[in-house]
């Protein structure tokens, strides 16, 4: 082995293989023939050979041509793989193979799995959320109330740690209700409230400045025929 041979190795470069690629070839249904016919194929175009046939991938496999043929045929008809074309300066038309719609499938498998991850932590979180109320109210929820709950977080859009506080003004104001909780979460919307911070500064506000008050015949009638005891928060 000579320095002149040793040079001409390094001369040659590397290939960059994404990671995400050798971890999820599998998922996104690449087998092993497949995946290293495409992996030739990248390290074809990165070395300025855009078209290498058959033959030329399989002397660097352990396939043969008519086999490396096929495996293409397959990857094209599957969208893992396109031939474009392209004119030159003398009109004369040139194929080159494009592996972007191997990269188009890998992000579009990568924003699926995080749609995923995301959903199942969603999904937790929300868990952890009908338990947090059992664990308040010391039984299990009715299903009135985990629909109440689910419409907090998917149709108000109540962030689930703003639900959290609101069921915390609850308990310190000893009304611990479903009604009297919407209502906290009705009033912290209308006034803007979005962080854990500004609930609890504005339920420290409200309590100092909430004053005994005689309330006239018509509410005490309305607090005496309600079973849910009298909302305050709404007294402004």
Known sequence: MDKENIIEWFEQGSVSIPKLLM????????????????????????????????????????ISSTACMETLRSLIQRGFLTIEQHHDQSSMITETYSLKPLWEKLIYFMMKETQHKTAETQQQT????????????????????????TMWVDQDHHDIVIIKAALREAVMSGKLNFRYIDRILFEWKKNGIKTIEQARSYGRKFRQHQQPQKKSSAVEKEAANSSVPFFNWLEQ
């Open 126 to 149: 929300e868990l952890d959320l009908y338990s947090i109320f059992e664990k308040e109210f010391g039984r299990p929820l009715s299903p009135f109330e985990c629909e109440t709950l």
């Open 23 to 62: 971890n999820h070839y599998a998922q996104l249904g690449l087998n092993e023939i497949e995946f290293m016919t495409l992996m030739h194929i990248h390290a074809a175009l990165e070395g300025g050979n855009s078209f290498p046939t058959p033959v030329e991938l399989s002397s660097k496999m352990s």
